[in-house]
């Protein structure tokens, strides 16, 4: 038993001194993320701007690891959480690539960030809805 029960929509009874409810916004969270003099392939040092979009899951089980993690935190914290989460998934794949594949083929970049970071997101209970490379720059 895991002492809580999920219900999405709808309507249900509980027992006001047993049971409480609790909410979860499940609408999507824009994220601004900048990494300065991040390490790419070869040793050059850049700077990275990128927007991304998540959300709490709705689907099971990656639900139950939001409820598990999320209830009663606001969506600042979780916002902060999901940040964090991609600036690691994001450093490690930069790591892997020059100065100009970032710059010339910034969707492969953002597709290959996506898939990278979706497992880490699923461990959180979030999807990562959408992610953009904006801006990427030589680090002085």
Do not use: W
Not at 59 to 65: T, W
Not at 85 to 98: D, F, N, P, S
């Amino acid at each position: 038993m895991v002492g809580y029960r999920v219900a999405r929509g709808g309507r249900f009874i509980t027992l006001p001194i047993v049971e409480r409810v609790e909410r979860l916004d499940l609408t999507s969270m824009p994220l601004t993320i900048e990494l300065k003099g991040i390490f790419l392939k070869g040793g050059t040092r850049a700077n990275l701007e990128c927007r991304a979009s998540v959300k709490i899951a709705c689907e099971e089980p990656i639900l139950r690891n939001a409820v598990e993690r999320f209830l009663g935190i606001d969506r600042d914290q979780i916002a902060l959480m999901a940040r964090e989460t991609l600036e690691g998934v994001m450093r490690a794949v930069a790591a892997t690539l020059t100065i100009e594949e970032l710059r010339e083929d910034r969707i492969l970049v953002a597709q290959t960030i996506m898939e990278e970071g979706q497992d880490a997101m699923d461990s959180l209970g979030l999807i990562l809805d959408t992610f953009h490379v904006q801006k990427v720059e030589t680090a002085s």
